[in-house]
């Protein structure tokens, strides 16, 4: 495939990603830096939803024929040997970062497209410090970023490490994760989460049919699980036509790798082996750009 149809792919897939995020206000900076003291768990009930939705797509895909392929070579960019310390750290840089902010590289494409213009460039062009940042600092790193399997390829999941049926472990954790999610509506309703007094439709007139359809696009938020199922649905198309999964952090090491190979072709820099193996993301960049015509059009 050609990375003029798959930035099209992508672009399309990160337009519905972008519309539902803005739909799930799961870009307000407040909504994320509230989760991390647990005083609005919109966040939590989007992402959770999100997984759940996507294990039953990957599960579902694990079974059926000529797709099973695909849901196997996506699934299996993600069980790369990572390091756990770096990874440890990594993890608590994104959430300080994400702390102090409130966006993460998703949610900060979310906010340009939602008009919140100083938030979301400001951010984002940090973004893009951070991965030239790191991209300079990474050959001293990599001794210490890199990690070795220590585990044979059929011991690196659950499923096979327990000799079970990929399909079976996925649906385990999607209905566990449903359930924590709906434990967490029941005591934190989303319509009280977003600063309202009451839903803007009774919940059996939604079910049943009776609000045209029009006027559900139209709401200005919608209930953080139904936008994050929706979020999990996406990596069906996904999957099936690039055999990737939902990811936007390594659209900004694409766009340093790129404006450094043509502005200093011959530099050390541009030679690096991390920026060549991330240089032809470009697929990323197109999700990137969806997102931000999804939350606008939202």
């Known amino acids: 495939m050609s990375d003029l149809a798959s930035v099209a792919i992508a672009a399309g897939v990160g337009t519905g990603f972008g519309f539902f995020l803005e739909k799930g206000r799961v870009f307000e900076p407040s909504i994320i830096v509230n989760q991390f003291d647990f005083s609005n768990n919109t966040m939590l009930k989007m992402f959770l939803s999100a997984v759940a939705s996507s294990m039953c797509v990957q599960g579902a895909l694990s079974v059926m024929g000529s797709a099973q392929q695909k849901q196997e070579d996506a699934r299996r960019k993600n069980l790369e040997p990572r390091n756990f310390v770096a990874t440890a750290v990594g993890g608590a840089m994104l959430g300080t970062g994400m702390a102090i902010c409130g966006a993460c590289p ?3 494409a979310v906010q340009v497209g939602a008009g919140l213009y100083e938030t ?3 951010i984002m ?3 893009l410090l951070a991965a030239l940042s790191y991209s300079l600092l990474e050959p001293k790193l990599r001794h210490w970023t ?6 044979s390829p059929k011991q690196s999941s659950v499923d096979r490490a327990l000799n079970c049926s990929f399909w079976k ?6 209905g566990g994760l449903a359930g924590v999610v709906a434990l967490l509506e029941n005591y934190f309703p989303w319509y009280t989460q977003v600063g309202l007094s009451e ?3 009774p919940s059996s007139a939604v079910l049943h049919g009776e609000v045209p359809l029009m006027s559900l696009l139209k709401l200005r938020e919608w209930p953080a699980y139904v936008a994050g199922a929706g979020i999990g649905l996406l990596q ?14 390594s659209s900004y090491v694409t766009c340093v790798a790129n404006t450094v190979c043509a502005a200093a072709p011959n530099s050390d820099l541009a030679k690096n082996q991390y920026l060549q193996r991330k240089k032809h993301g470009y697929w990323q960049v197109g999700l990137v750009g969806g997102v931000m015509a999804g939350a606008f059009l939202s």
């Open 146 to 151: 890199s990690s070795k399997p220590k585990t």
């Open 120 to 122: 979301g460039l400001t």
């Open 236 to 249: 069906l198309p996904l999957i099936t036509m690039l055999r990737q999964t939902i990811g936007t952090s």
């Open 169 to 174: 472990v996925a649906l385990v954790m999607a």
């Open 125 to 127: 062009s940090g973004g």
């Open 106 to 108: 998703g949610t900060v």
């Open 199 to 201: 839903p803007p439709f």
